[in-house]
């Protein structure tokens, strides 16, 4: 990875500051003084020496993230970073320090300055594992940090995206048209049949509850979305008679699942609204599992009405909110009867019982 402006920038300045600390411990250590001005080159040089070395270590540490990834093997990416770094820390700094005797002479640093000296190379080996201890900590500090704060916006992002397309999902089901429908259903009963019209009212201001209710949450449990959908269904009922059946046949051991909200009562008006109903042409939906594994909404096929994009819009909201709970995706069958199957995401599962519903 090529490094920025500033990173070239506190290379230079955190590895010249340790280069240059390094020479006045390792000076003082080996003649008893302090070094002055008189010895500028030598700060110079052991700065240069690693500011080589730093940029080294740099480039490393970037191949070994590759080869290794951090996210993946931590504590082998730690481990071998440093031993590693080590190792190549001490090579480049001994081979640039014996270049530099080579073109300067061998008085650069002090008088008697040795690369072959034994115990300048403990001394030298013994300080540069201490600031690498220092490098690779802080180095897996700021990954994990990094790794922290992208997870922290990816997940923003997702939370962001289910949102929308929650709010896209929920803008379907409050738009003008279908209120304009309830409304006139209302109108036609309130004469002729007020207990009726009662009823509708109740059951329209439950769909509403639940649609205003769950417009923030990312998922509801299934039997919610069944009590809602049979809600929906006694509306539906109530303006096709005996045109539309909605049944459903779903073990209990799957009720406490999640599901995201509105799902089952999409997929129900997409078969309304693209299918005529008629004396003719009756509708049958079937909502059911599939060994406790997806949840099937199957529907017969009346005469075709709608519009293929509009249809298309409603399964792709359904698919992408999927996509944030499981890797499993949805299935489309369009054969003799039009099925969507749809992953359940399960909770902790209950014994098997049989629970059929009806309104």
Do not use: C, M, V
């Given at each position: 990875m090529k490094p920025t402006l500033s990173r070239i920038g506190w290379i230079i300045a955190l590895s010249g500051t340790l280069g240059s600390l390094l020479y006045a411990y390792l000076y003082f250590s080996e003649t008893g003084l302090f070094p002055t001005l008189q010895n500028i080159r030598g700060f110079s040089w052991s700065a240069f020496i690693m500011v080589a070395t730093g940029f080294t270590?740099?480039?490393?540490?970037?191949?070994?993230?590759?080869?290794?990834?951090?996210r993946s093997y931590f504590a082998t990416r730690f481990i071998i970073g440093y031993i590693t770094s080590f190792a190549l820390a001490l090579g480049v700094t001994i081979g640039a320090a014996r270049l530099v005797l080579a073109l300067t002479g061998p008085n650069i640093f002090w008088s008697g300055f040795s690369t072959g000296d034994a115990d300048l190379l403990w001394k030298v080996g013994i300080?540069?594992?201490?600031?690498?201890?220092i490098y690779t900590i802080v180095y897996?500090?700021?990954y994990s940090y990094q790794q922290y704060a992208v997870a922290q916006i990816e997940t923003l992002q997702r939370e962001r995206k289910q949102l929308e397309l929650q709010f896209e999902a929920l803008k379907s089901q409050i738009s003008p048209h279908y209120l304009f429908n309830s409304l006139n259903t209302?109108?036609?009963l309130i004469y002729k049949d007020p207990q009726s019209a009662e009823q509708f009212i109740r059951r329209l201001a439950q769909t509403y509850q639940y649609i205003l209710a769950t417009q923030n949450k990312r998922y509801v449990l299934l039997r919610e979305e069944v009590d809602f959908v049979q809600s929906y269904y006694y509306l539906l009922r109530i303006r096709f008679q005996q045109q539309l059946t909605v049944e459903f046949n779903l073990p209990s051991s799957i009720l406490d699942t999640r599901i995201p909200p509105l799902t089952l009562q999409i997929l129900v008006e997409n078969a309304v609204k693209h299918n005529t109903l008629?004396?003719?042409?009756?509708?049958?939906?079937?909502?059911?599992?599939?060994?406790?594994t997806y949840l099937r909404v199957i529907n017969t096929k009346a005469a075709y009405a709608g519009n293929v994009q509009s249809f298309r819009i409603?399964?792709?909201?359904?698919?992408?909110?999927?996509?944030?709970?499981?890797?499993?995706?949805?299935?489309?069958?369009?054969?003799?009867?039009f099925t969507v199957s749809l992953p359940i995401i399960h909770g902790k599962p209950k014994p098997y019982t049989e629970q059929k519903y009806s309104a």
């Open positions: 270590l740099y480039y490393f540490s970037q191949l070994l993230d590759h080869l290794i990834p951090w300080l540069l594992l201490a600031s690498l201890s897996a500090l700021l209302i109108s036609s008629n004396a003719d042409n009756k509708l049958f939906i079937y909502i059911t599992a599939q060994d406790n409603g399964l792709d909201n359904i698919r992408k909110r999927y996509e944030f709970f499981t890797d499993r995706k949805i299935e489309i069958r369009d054969e003799d009867k």
